[in-house]
């Protein structure tokens, strides 16, 4: 009995740390996520007022208004 008492202990703490294992690498993944996300974010800022700026250069230019 005690034998099997030790089996299922040993069963369970191994389960359990598999677990935690999992909780560690999926907060790992989501915090790659994350930053993916903000670097998506930004590239996008930028794109948008890169494209805004291009834009108003070339209204300029058409205007007839450039240096």
């Known amino acids: 009995m005690n034998d099997t008492n030790n089996a ?3 069963s369970a ?3 359990d740390g598999v677990i935690h294992a ?3 690498r ?4 989501q915090r790659r996520i994350t930053a993916i996300e903000e670097r998506v974010v930004a590239l ?3 794109l948008s007022g890169g494209t805004i ?3 108003r250069i070339l209204k ?3 205007n007839g208004c450039a240096g």
């Open 8 to 10: 299922i202990l040993k």
């Open 13 to 15: 703490a191994i389960g």
């Open 22 to 24: 999992n909780k560690l």
């Open 26 to 29: 999926e907060t790992e993944e």
């Open 44 to 46: 996008e800022s930028a």
């Open 53 to 55: 700026t291009a834009t």
């Open 60 to 62: 300029i230019e058409a």
